[in-house]
C-alpha cells in the first residue's frame, strides 16, 4: 500500500527557517500531485502547497506565498516543503498528501487527496 513519510519537523524561533520532507513509496501512479496541509489546535485542516509529479505547477495558500517552497524529485519521488520568515501562526502539524493528478488539470490544494502521512510537527515561538 503506498506509504507517506514525513521529517524535518521541530522547533525554531519566528522569522527561522525549516525544511520539510516527505518520502512516498509504493506509489505507481504516472501522473500524480504531491501537497502539504497543516492543521493547528482549534483550526481546520489547511492546504499549504502542491505541485505535480513532474516538479512542476506548484500552488500555494496565500498565507505562505513568498515565504513558501514546495520541490519534489521525480525520481526519488521526495517532497520538500523549505519554509521560510516562519511565523507564530505557522506552527502546527504538517502532513504530506498524494493524489493521482486530473488529466489535463492542477494539483488543487481544495481537491480530494486519497495518500496521507502521519504528519510532523512544527512549533515556532
Known amino acids: 500500500h503506498v506509504q507517506l513519510v514525513e521529517s524535518g519537523g521541530g522547533s525554531v524561533q519566528a522569522g527561522g527557517s525549516l525544511r520539510l520532507s516527505c518520502e512516498v513509496s509504493q506509489l505507481f501512479i504516472a501522473s500524480y500531485c504531491m501537497g502539504w496541509f497543516r492543521e493547528a489546535p482549534t483550526k481546520e485542516r489547511e492546504g499549504v502547497a502542491s505541485?505535480?509529479?513532474?516538479?512542476?505547477?506548484?500552488l500555494y495558500a496565500d498565507s505562505v506565498k513568498g515565504r513558501f517552497i514546495v520541490s519534489h524529485h521525480y525520481r526519488t519521488k521526495k517532497t520538500y516543503l523549505e519554509m521560510n520568515n516562519l511565523k507564530d501562526e505557522d506552527s502546527g502539524t504538517y502532513y504530506c498528501a498524494s493524489t493521482p493528478r486530473p488529466y489535463g488539470g492542477v494539483c488543487e490544494l481544495a481537491q480530494t487527496w486519497m495518500y496521507w502521512g502521519q504528519g510532523t510537527q512544527v512549533t515556532v515561538s
Open positions: 505541485i505535480g509529479n513532474g516538479g512542476y505547477d506548484p
